[in-house]
């Protein structure tokens, strides 16, 4: 199947510091990539669509200030958690759909602990 | 509000006996619905998905079983084994371009 990959699969960093995550489609092309947070023991809660070469389109709730999407290549969207703060911590979970397939790939995860 | 619920929450089957996990979801317009294993630290891997216009679906232990008239779809796991303990979610997504919605998970445990 299809491989997606995140980076780092693990993060700490200091209250009110940035942190970037990296999602990349490793062997298809990804017009659309999407970004949940999971915390710990619930389920995954869809925070935004991210579309290549146009702005990201946020679920409900989820500050776009906050968390910033970009997606520059048909291979790589990256989410930027801004100011960081210990309500952040969570692990965060990217995915992408190759061209005309209806199945979602999901990347390993990160995991963000804010200190 | 929850568009897609899971139940039971957790679960406890000895091994070789058929752990069955239900969803029951709202949106009609939903048009696809996976299920997805997850293990402690890992991302969501697809398991088996099935679209509205089939009644059932299987693809080696795992059958998938849907009913439209209730918005209802559940997922069998035959001949469970411990290697299969881990956290299920059922999911549903409306059109090819939408992000998915999940249930809450079920946390699943196979006794030797």
């Known amino acids: 199947g299809a491989v997606v990959s995140q980076h780092p699969s693990r993060v700490i960093c200091k209250s009110g510091t940035s942190v970037k995550i990296e999602c990349r489609s490793l062997?298809?092309?990804?017009?659309?990539m999407f970004w949940y947070r999971q915390f710990p023991k619930q389920s995954l809660m869809l925070m935004a669509t991210s579309n290549e070469g146009s702005k990201a389109t946020y679920e409900q709730g989820v500050e776009k200030d906050k968390f910033l999407i970009n997606h520059a290549s048909l291979t790589l969207s990256t989410l930027t958690v801004t100011s960081a703060h210990p309500e952040d911590s969570s692990f965060y979970i990217c995915s992408a759909n190759p061209p005309g397939n209806t199945e979602a790939f999901f990347g390993q995860g990160t995991r963000l602990t804010v200190v | 509000q929850q568009q897609v619920k899971q139940s039971p929450q957790s679960l406890i089957v000895q091994k070789g006996g058929i752990p069955i996990i239900n969803c029951a979801y709202e949106n009609t317009a939903f048009d696809y619905f996976p299920w997805y294993q997850q293990f402690p630290g890992k991302g969501p891997a697809l398991l088996i998905a099935i679209r509205p216009d089939v009644s059932e679906k299987k693809e080696g232990r795992f059958t998938i079983s849907f009913n439209k008239s209730a918005k209802q779809f559940s997922l069998h796991i035959m001949d469970s084994q411990p290697g299969d303990s881990a956290t299920y979610f059922c999911?549903?997504?409306?059109?090819?371009?939408?992000?998915?919605?999940f249930g809450k998970g079920t946390h699943l445990i196979i006794q030797p």
């Open positions: 999911a549903a997504r409306e059109g090819g371009a939408d992000g998915l919605t």
């Open positions: 062997d298809f092309q990804a017009t659309t």
